[in-house]
């Protein structure tokens, strides 16, 4: 809704092959925040180095250059952007144990969060659009999410862009130029659109009201990595059904993609994985079997509390 200012965080969780996106990206917040001054942006930011999944010792890219190159990212845009970081060395951490941490402790100070993932390619440029859209759409409830090629799997065809809906090859996102996303907003109308449903997905450029997150937490039962954003999805959808109004909106001048080229493509010995417990695949796996009896006690503690 139309206000003087409002204030929005951005949540990244960041894994060393990530290290140089994470620095495209705050260069892009950079430009935003200049561009649009009524917004007060601050990035969350976690940097997870943890000797739980690196093998550091027998990495040729050290720790300390990881880290040191990540501070050099901070230092140089903290004298235009808000950042909150953590540095995680050891133990259990994923992308669900940032979002959980950010939603619960910051949740009460902004107006709206965002998630973000590092891959992700925008156009700093038209971010306006996305903050205009926001302050013409009315209600508490409200998500904005970029539009999307089409995706591999028909569950994302509600967020796909007008430009690509005719689009047949599933596999058209792994190939598309993350880079055509610049000035893509010139060629587009101004059109603002809702989903039928709730369709999260991840970090591609989902902003939430906060007030969102008083109604939903991401259990830290579904583990450190999967399907939060299946959780988000699937609680919103629930709270609608139950008399709630969350609406998602979307703006045909603002587009994301995905930097498939590139994604976790650092080698061996430059950067050495341990293996753990089958990595992300189990923490899906685990998560997922957990995740039925997790929501029915959400959805009768919801019941339980307001009716």
Not at 86 to 100: A, E, F, H, Y
Request: with cysteine; hydrophobic share 35%; charged share 25%.
């Amino acid at each position: 809704m139309k206000r003087q200012r409002y204030s929005i965080m951005y949540v990244l969780h960041v894994m060393p092959e990530e290290i140089q996106d994470v620095g495209r990206l705050i260069k892009d917040f950079e430009i935003t925040v200049k561009e649009n001054p009524s917004v007060d942006i601050t990035l969350y930011i976690d940097l997870n180095l943890s000797d739980t999944y690196y093998d550091w010792s027998n990495s040729k890219m050290t720790l300390e250059t990881c880290y040191h190159l990540f501070t050099s990212y901070l230092l140089q845009a903290r004298r235009n952007l808000n950042i909150v970081h953590n540095v995680k060395r050891t133990g259990q951490w994923g992308v669900n144990s940032t979002r959980r941490s950010a939603t619960i402790e910051y949740k009460d100070k902004f107006d709206y969060i965002g998630f973000i993932d590092c891959d992700i390619f925008f156009d700093p440029n038209a971010v306006e659009i996305v903050y205009k859209t926001l302050e013409k759409v009315e209600g508490e409830f409200v998500i904005f999410s970029g539009l999307l090629p089409k995706m591999w799997n028909e569950h994302f065809d509600g967020l796909t862009h007008p430009k690509f809906a005719k689009v047949t090859d599933r596999r058209f996102p792994f190939k598309i130029d993350p880079l055509s996303v610049n000035n893509f907003h010139k060629t587009q109308k101004n059109k603002i659109g809702f989903t039928s449903e709730i369709i999260i997905g991840g970090g591609w450029f989902n902003i939430f009201s906060s007030t969102i997150f008083d109604y939903i937490e991401i259990p830290s039962e579904l583990g450190v990595y999967g399907i939060d954003d299946h959780w988000i999805q699937e609680c919103c959808k629930f709270l609608n059904s139950s008399g709630w109004d969350i609406k998602q909106c979307h703006n045909d001048k603002f587009l994301v993609l995905e930097n498939h080229g590139r994604k976790f493509h650092l080698p061996e010995p430059f950067l050495v994985k341990k293996r753990v417990n089958g990595g992300k695949h189990q923490y899906v796996k685990e998560a997922k079997q957990k995740y039925e009896s997790l929501f029915n006690e959400y959805k009768q503690g919801i019941i339980k509390k307001y009716f």
